[in-house]
């Protein structure tokens, strides 16, 4: 079956703005979490998604937010761009709540100039 | 959850078994061990989880010691596509899929 699917895949912004980043899921996993990953801070949670609520939050700024759609793609939203948002985001599916086997995606690779 | 130490960098030559050590000694009674990789430029990778007893997968072996507060992954016969960091995560059940990956271990298969 098909796996996670991140868009876009590649993407530069400037300072200030916003940006929406995509992720849809394996077929029948309910669960999407997204993860920051830069070379100083390495992975990092942002946040998790079940049944279209958000189970846990990682301890990033209010600028980032998320959301899951009944059909399980979830998106999540980075306002007020910085500098040190350039990362490479990562979303992972999975069957379940706590079942602790992620799926990742490709990742969406953000540059802010 | 409970801290992990990983060696930064480890080589294997090609078609060895790979030792992938991990210590964990603040690990608590119901916290268990998963390692992932990721292979430069993807996402992580799951490769196998226990919380007290030796398991093994397609993919690897997973050994934890009696005490629990180490444990080592075994990659059997290396290839080069094996090539990538690994990550030892110690994570308590039913706190959803929240993983705190750590530096992990990079590995580098020599032909």
């Known amino acids: 079956k098909a796996g996670v699917t991140q868009t876009p895949r590649y993407l530069i912004k400037t300072r200030g703005q916003q940006v929406t980043l995509s992720c849809s899921p394996i077929?029948?996993?309910?669960?999407v979490s997204w993860y920051q990953q830069t070379p100083g801070q390495g992975l990092q949670f942002l946040f998790e998604?079940?049944?279209?609520?958000?189970?846990n939050k990682g301890n990033f700024p209010g600028r980032f937010s998320g959301r899951q759609f009944s059909n399980s793609r979830s998106e999540m939203n980075v306002s007020t761009l910085e500098l040190g948002d350039s990362a490479l985001y990562l979303c992972?599916?999975?069957?379940?709540?706590?079942?602790?086997?992620?799926?990742f995606g490709e990742g969406s690779r953000l540059t802010v100039l | 959850d409970a801290k992990t130490t990983q060696p930064t960098s480890m080589d294997c030559a090609e078609g060895r078994a790979a030792n992938l050590p991990c210590n964990h000694s603040?690990?608590?009674?119901?916290?268990?061990v998963y390692w992932y990789r990721q292979i430069h430029s993807q996402g992580p990778q799951y490769i196998i989880h226990?919380?007290?007893n030796n398991e093994t997968n397609e993919m690897a072996s997973l050994i934890i010691t009696e005490d629990r507060k180490s444990s080592t992954l075994i990659l059997p016969h290396a290839t080069l596509r094996d090539t990538a960091v690994y990550y030892c995560?110690?994570?308590?059940?039913?706190?959803?899929?929240?993983?705190?990956f750590g530096t992990g271990t990079s590995l580098t298969v020599i032909p």
């Open positions: 998604y079940f049944s279209e609520t958000q189970r």
């Open positions: 603040t690990i608590s009674g119901n916290e268990y």
């Open positions: 226990g919380l007290k």
């Open positions: 995560i110690v994570r308590l059940a039913n706190t959803g899929n929240q993983f705190y």
């Open positions: 077929s029948g996993h309910r669960s």
């Open positions: 992972a599916s999975s069957s379940g709540l706590n079942t602790g086997e992620l799926f």
